[in-house]
């Protein structure tokens, strides 16, 4: 800040001469701030080095200081240079964006030049979301550079000079809102012989004639001006102060994204999509500032998903127009966790509607191109952990087996291959499916599900029993060989391949996400074509060794090494089932998480007795299977568990202490008919907001007391499943989803609560209730007479 | 028979495994919304206090066209429209055709705009202005139920209760008194249609101004 504030002293005290000879009173009869700009100048001259401080804020009584800065002490025909309005507010104060958001209005600046010359629209720096009450704004604090570029005719007078006038008006606001308005001119003259400390590559020879060797300070950009300037120390000190000025400006101005950018309009969202490799999975935050002003409700939260470097923004779309907007760009400001910092880019020619098709042209090569990049990332993740041992089990028994027929191996090869692409045909046309639908899932979506994650957990942790030694699943999994001998093993590869798809989901590998982030822009037979490429990369190595059995006899020879390598083998499948019940601490927290782990117990259990089933007799057999079937009994339960002990982690104990019941139609009616007071609060496991808000918003003591002063019924709907009770509940309400707050006041009329809560918010409501003593004499409600 | 039954479990596991998580993506996906007024649909039903202390519910006046105008005398963008007699001439143009012209207040007490009952009628006396009533929302809860963002914010709900024009009140977004003669005033078109029985041609627009100094 400190530094900051240096550069401010400089650029003033630096900045004053020629500020005097640009200022003509007489110039700006609308300005009323003539006299208190002139004491300020003056204030500024006295104090030096400390003229910032009298500058810092504007005079008294102005709540805004506008002046026009110009980046090139002199100009030269037909090379364009920037100029900018700067707006300097009140501390507490601020002047709009483009769009102003829920109110307000943006500055506007109408130049007055002279013949010839002509100028750009405004160059907006990125606005800040300045909220109000429950309204948003954007706009601009403490100070802001309005950047206009101005372009001068191709002749100009050999020497002499110009005036170019601006009016500008603007809307300054704290709480209340003042209009204002200022008239500025600037003196430039033109470019003439003389030294050029800059003459960088911008004004070089084809500047004409009068831009001689030794023409003066001339136009250009900052880039243009970076070595110092020789003539005279003050001018020099001065150019360095407005290079700064406009390099200060121009880290202001958002940069043009390079990805392309659309919006989907629907009756009620508004969701811009982002493709763009460089947008990782670090990105912390985004925000999307729409040009239009009706596009979304500026106060909205903007719900960010990220998946294989797209971007999503899900943003509430306003009632306030129906039509789609003329231009759907807008800024967008990312957090990268990893850089820190915040970057704004301008989305410019954001197409609006559905995806458009790919052009005919590129198709062809971009399915090929992404068809090869899945090939090899299907080949890749054989090395991933996920898929690694699978892989490695049959080729271990693939060595065992070196001596059997071709055709056999070849077979067994195919099945596995196909096991692998029906696997993946069902998984994609699921998933293709799905997002038609609308809904939002993406490769790897099974992980969105806890039980889906523990069934995987409890897969894998088996197939690492097994491989451990603990038992032994026999041809099914591990034994083509074994199957070859017996002829029955085609189907034990076809499921061997199947379970390497789907532990394949779990894992990414390098290139993949390319490929599948193109496959699912796409119509859904090239989606599927990509996804059957990265099934075939999966299933490769394999299929290869199969089909070339003269590549078999180059791996080592079977022999007790591969014991060992199989027990080896077990651990990184040990370490992906350690990495999946984190995932699931994640999604069921502490509860959930218990229940998961005694499934993992039980498959333990069930692998043991199974092993002693098959290892003993008689009545041995017996205890052993029915201990087996009483694991798988316990894994179910436990697996079920997952699935209804999502809710209660993240409330926890609060729930516990502001006693719910759940919500049924019926039960609202009857209270409602008894005139009683209710809160509803329909919420879902996977709704991060309802659970935040139940635990912030819900779950303290004073909101618990309020609740029981009022003596209301608390009732909760969990909508983690589907229930059309509350799904009705919802639509009446002109709601999609969760979460939604209720608060009948005992008269059938319920108040809805903001979807963000706090403590205050409930209070503020619960308060608005009359007491129970009251109620019982008259039922009208202040908001209801 | 054993392999069978293996292969069997195997398959049912990974059909379990697919069919759950299918279930769980079939569910929907976050999604919420907060309450917004919308063209066509019944507009919200309140009842305020009047700057007489007279309680008047939107009810009262069924089968009738009814304007709401959130004001705050001391916006500049109200000034322009009061200032330049626009809104005046509105008030007394349409309740003279016996349309209900309601003026909304949901500053709240210690901001701008806010006003008694008693300021409130002296400043439509002042003003010479001729709404039907002048209501008092100092919660904002009223303001809140239209998402009124700003002062003035329109909005035209016809006969059958349901909303026909909201937003903005003309295409002039400015403070400037001048542009009053060039604006076209989407609230009187609405007007215009409803009262020859035509269906609202512009039903939405920006609405322009200062914020609605709702409490916080």
Known sequence: ?785 | MQLVARRTVLAASLAGAAAIALDVALAPTIAYQAPQARIGEPAPAFALSDSNGKSVSLADFKGKTIVLEWTNHDCPYVRKHYGGNNMQRLQKKWTAQGVVWLTLISSAPGTEGYVSGEEANKLTLARGAAPSHVLLDPKGEVGRAYGAQTTPHMYVIKGDGSLAYMGGIDDKPTTRLDDLKTAKNFVDAALTELAQGQSVSRTTARPYGCSVKYSS
């Open chain 1, 1 to 785: 800040m400190s530094g900051f504030d240096l550069c401010l002293s400089a650029r003033f005290s630096n900045i004053l001469p020629v500020r005097i000879e640009q200022d003509r009173p007489s110039a700006q009869p609308r300005s009323a701030r003539g006299p208190a700009r002139a004491a300020s100048l003056l204030l500024a001259l006295l104090l030096g080095g400390h003229g910032p401080a009298a500058w810092a804020s504007p005079p008294a009584g102005e709540r805004v200081e506008a002046d026009l800065v110009a980046e090139p002490a002199a100009i030269a025909a037909g090379r364009p240079f920037w100029v900018a309005v700067r707006l300097r507010m009140l501390e507490g104060w601020h002047v709009y964006w483009r769009n102003p958001g829920d109110s307000g209005e943006a500055p506007t600046i109408s130049w007055h030049l002279p013949p010839g010359f002509t100028a750009s629209p405004i160059v907006w720096p990125t606005p800040q979301r300045i909220p109000v009450a429950h309204l948003v704004n954007f706009g601009y604090t403490d100070e802001t550079m309005l950047l206009t570029q101005i372009t001068p005719p191709g002749v100009l007078a050999a020497a002499g000079g110009v005036n170019i006038q601006a009016d500008v008006t603007w809307l300054v606001c704290q709480r209340e809102c003042i209009p204002g308005a200022a008239h500025l001119s600037l003196g430039l003259p033109f470019a003439r012989g003389g030294t050029t400390p800059d003459n960088g590559p911008d004004n070089g020879p084809d500047n004409g004639p009068d831009n001689g060797p030794d023409n003066g300070p001339a136009n250009g950009r900052a880039s243009s001006r970076e070595s110092a300037p020789e003539n005279g120390r003050q001018n020099a000190a001065w150019e360095a102060t407005t290079a700064g000025i406009f390099a200060v400006a121009r880290r202001a101005v958002p940069r043009p994204a390079p990805w392309p950018a659309r919006i989907e309009l629907e009756r009620d969202w508004a969701t811009l999509t982002v493709d763009g490799a460089p947008l990782r999975p670090t990105v912390r935050a985004a925000y999307f500032f729409p040009n239009a002003e009706t596009l979304v409700r500026h106060a909205a939260p903007q719900e960010l998903s990220i998946m294989r470097g797209r971007l999503r923004l899900r943003l509430e779309r306003s009632a306030l127009s129906t039509t789609p907007p003329t231009d759907a760009g807008g800024v967008l400001l990312i957090e990268d966790s990893a850089g820190s910092a915040r970057q704004a880019f301008a989305l410019t020619d954001v197409a609006i509607g559905e995806a458009p098709p790919p052009p005919q042209g590129i198709s062809l090569w971009a399915v090929l191109q992404a068809a090869s990049l899945a090939l090899l990332g299907g080949v890749i993740l054989n090395l991933m952990p996920c898929v690694f041992p699978v892989l490695s089990i049959k080729v271990l028994a693939l060595i065992e087996q070196a001596g059997g027929s071709r055709q056999q191996l070849r077979r067994h090869g195919l099945s596995y291959t196909a096991g692998v692409l029906v696997a993946f045909t069902l998984l994609g046309s699921a998933l293709i499916a799905l997002r038609r639908a609308g809904a939002e899932v993406g490769w790897g979506f099974a992980l969105q599900s806890p039980v889906a994650v523990g069934l995987i957990a409890y897969l894998l942790l088996a197939m690492a029993l097994s491989l451990s030694g603990v038992f032994h699943l026999g041809s099914s999994l591990q034994g083509v060989g074994r199957g070859l001998a017996q002829r029955g093993g085609l189907g034990g590869s076809f499921f061997a391949g199947a379970l390497a798809a789907v532990v394949a989901t779990p894992c990414t590998a390098p290139f993949m996400g390319t490929a599948l982030g193109f496959a699912f822009t796409q119509p859904a037979a090239i989606a599927l074509a990509v996804l059957l490429a990265l099934g075939l990369g999966l299933a490769l190595p394999y299929l290869g060794l199969t089909l070339a059995p003269r590549l078999i006899p180059c791996l080592p020879r079977p022999g007790a090494w591969m014991e060992r390598l199989r027990q080896m083998l077990a651990f990184p499948v040990y370490a992906t089932v350690a990495w999946l019940v984190w995932v699931l601490g994640q999604q069921v927290g502490p509860a959930g998480l218990l229940a998961a782990l005694a499934g993992l117990v039980l498959v333990g259990l069930a692998a043991w007795s199974f092993n002693a089933a098959q290892s003993a007799g008689g009545w041995g057999r017996r205890a052993a299977l029915s201990g087996l079937l009483a694991s798988l009994v316990g894994i179910a339960v436990a697996a079920a568990g997952l699935e209804r002990n999502p809710g209660e982690p993240a409330s926890g104990a609060p729930s516990a202490a502001a006693r719910h019941e759940p919500f049924t139609q019926a039960r609202l009616d009857a209270l409602i008919a008894a005139h009683r007071p209710v809160f509803v609060n329909l919420t879902a496991a996977w709704c991060i907001t309802c659970l935040v808000n139940e635990r912030v918003g819900l779950a303290s003591d004073a909101v618990e007391a309020a609740f029981a002063a009022k003596g209301i019924t608390y009732l909760k709907g969990d909508w983690t499943r589907r229930n059309p009770e509350i799904t009705r509940l919802l639509e009446k309400h002109g709601r999609s989803g969760v979460p939604l707050y209720l608060l009948y006041a005992g008269d059938g009329r319920p108040s809805v609560l903001p979807q963000i809560l706090t403590p205050a918010t409930v209070l503020a409501e619960v308060a608005r209730l009359p007491d129970p003593a009251q109620r019982r004499g008259s039922l009208p409600t202040p908001a209801r007479e």
